[in-house]
């Protein structure tokens, strides 16, 4: 009888270490769980509107909803080069969240530091051109993620 209570005992602590894996490999499921797209430090990466990117090994998820485009567009005739300013989301396991726009023109923020990792816009992709219309799936935001 004691050997069967003892055996209950471990099953139930077992099942609760089961359940809480999460718990125990923090950056594996802050990846996994969201299904996100790999992010890549130290190097160039594509970011897709409306899709997260994780880094498991930095516990890092990334993502950007919105765009401001005001670049001059090709085909036409401006006074001013314009700016590509993109809004990007962080969070690093175990710390806050942080949203920070980055621009393409170098008289405005195109970097920044959040926990230590470096956050660097290469490029707002498409360009525009003149008459055309643009949603914010057209748009490829280049990166450059740096620890």
């Known amino acids: 009888m004691r050997h069967k209570a003892i055996g209950i005992l471990l099953l139930f602590f077992l099942s609760g270490f089961l359940n809480s894996g999460c718990e125990w490999q923090p ?10 797209e790999e992010l890549k430090l130290n190097e160039t990466i594509d970011l897709k509107y409306s899709k997260l990117y994780c880094n498991a090994s930095h516990g890092i998820r990334l993502s950007f909803d919105s765009i401001r485009d005001s670049r001059c567009p090709i085909g036409a005739l401006c006074i001013w080069e314009g700016n590509g300013a993109v ?18 023109n170098p008289s405005f923020l195109n970097d920044t530091v959040v926990n230590g990792i470096r956050y660097e816009l290469i490029d707002l992709l498409p360009y525009p051109e003149l008459d055309k219309d643009y949603q914010l799936n057209d748009y490829t935001v280049q990166v450059l993620i740096t620890d």
């Open 27 to 36: 950056c594996g499921c802050f990846c996994s769980v969201f299904g996100a």
């Open 87 to 104: 809004k990007l989301h962080v969070q690093q396991s175990g710390q806050d969240s942080a949203s920070f726009w980055l621009n393409t």
